[in-house]
């Protein structure tokens, strides 16, 4: 027993708009505080039945194999990649920020015999960036981000899956940030592996990581001549639990899946194209806010996620000293940039429940005054007629 007793817990109300992650909405902190129930209490399994019937409709997959990983996005990278990688198979990995090398370090660590491709931060690939690699390397894997939280970079993903699939190799996509806030075809698309997080744009808290393979994917798992080098990450043991056996594997945290299961009820209840349109309609609002203050987008024109706006810092402006102040004086993180971009971007997350007018207005109010105080010359008040000229528009067109 230490001396004195650890202060009573008390986190600060935030306006959460960095990369993640983003404010979560009330009613999925209510299911968090829910009374815990067994694993395999037929409570909780109908509800791991419910919450991957909602998780394949968002992702628009009829794959059997779709659940939660439990652990964080970068789990559910590491899920599909050991899954699909045995030692000394080829993968290629396109490469434009900074989840583009975290999913190298993953795929090398797994023994795959790897290629990179690499396009400027900022940029995305069009399939003929790809085309050499895939001759060449003949892969079984291709793995590619499809929004690049460090650069705000909007990935096109149906015909490099065209190109991917004509080389005989599977397409594995990293959906983190684009799970509920821009258009996802699993199928369609077909993608073979996906993850995602909870802490982007489906408005929970961190700690799971939605995933699905599809059949294809899984006779490939199933068919592995070595284990897979992670027990906690077997696709094959987690099908039998997320299947219809329900065989014991791990203790699910239970609790974060009851906030999945409201966090999702909450998208369908909105309607996922209005969840999309919604992350659009702010992200369009912000960006007019932003061009009146001169500040302009990293990502290529037509390529902007509209959940994470990744901005060039107005020159002679402290990165750090304007990023303290929204937080200690308006309560509001915004993310700095990462690896390339460090203390040249920053990072402003439209994402989930923080996708909302308030959002938008109080950040644009509060990086006024931030930036009149630090001799930024533009027309006070200019952004935030630009917002709202921005939201009338699109009332206007619906
Ligand atoms: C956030 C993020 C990850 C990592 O997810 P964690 O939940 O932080 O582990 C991976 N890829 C992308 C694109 C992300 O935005």
Not at 25 to 48: E, F, N, Q, W
Not at 371 to 388: K, T
Request: hydrophobic share 45%.
């Amino acid at each position: 027993m230490p001396d004195t007793l650890a202060p009573e817990l008390k986190p600060p109300v935030r306006i959460l708009m960095g990369p993640g992650p983003s404010d979560v909405h009330p009613r999925v902190l209510a299911a968090l505080a829910a009374s815990t129930v067994g694993h395999l209490d037929p409570y909780y399994l109908a509800l791991m039945n419910d919450m991957q019937a909602m998780l394949r409709s968002l992702m628009r997959t009829t794959n059997r194999m779709t659940f939660a990983v439990s652990a964080t996005g970068s789990a559910g990278m590491e899920a599909t990649v050991v899954n699909l990688i045995e030692p000394g198979d080829a993968m290629v990995v396109c490469v434009n920020g900074v989840f583009g090398g975290r999913m190298v370090d993953v795929a090398q660590r797994a023994g795959a015999r790897l290629t990179r491709v690499d396009r400027p931060w900022g940029a995305v690939f069009e399939p003929a960036d790809l085309a050499d690699a895939l001759a060449k390397a003949k892969p079984k894997v291709v793995g590619i981000v499809m929004a690049e939280t460090s650069t705000g970079a909007w990935q096109p993903i149906e015909e490099i899956s065209r190109l991917v699939h004509d080389a005989g190799a599977l397409l594995l996509v990293d959906a983190v940030t684009a799970l509920g806030g821009i258009p996802v075809e699993v199928d369609r698309w077909q993608i073979d592996a996906l993850y995602s997080g909870t802490q982007k744009c489906l408005s929970c808290p961190p700690g799971l990581a939605p995933i699905s393979f599809s059949d294809r994917a899984m006779e490939v798992i199933l068919a592995r001549k070595t284990k897979v080098q992670s027990w906690y990450l077997d696709a094959s043991m987690l099908a039998k639990y997320w299947g219809e056996e329900r065989v014991y594997h791990h203790t699910a945290p239970i609790n974060m899946t009851y906030a999945l299961y409201e966090a999702l009820r909450l998208i369908h209840e909105e309607g996922i194209e209005a969840c999309h349109a919604r992350h659009m309609r702010n992200h369009r609002a912000l960006a007019a806010g932003l061009a009146a203050l001169g500040i302009s987008y990293a990502a290529a024109e037509g390529h902007r996620l509209p959940m994470l706006n990744a901005v060039w810092i107005p020159a002679g402006i402290d990165d750090a000293a304007v990023r303290g102040m929204l937080l200690s004086r308006f309560g509001i993180e915004i993310g700095g940039g990462l690896g390339d971009f460090k203390g040249r971007v920053w990072r402003i997350g439209l994402m989930g429940h923080s996708s909302r007018a308030n959002n938008v207005f109080t950040f644009l109010g509060a990086l006024e005054q931030l930036l009149a105080e630090r001799g930024h010359r533009f027309e006070h008040g200019a952004s935030l007629a630009a917002a709202n000229e921005a939201y009338a528009t699109a009332a206007s067109a619906t």
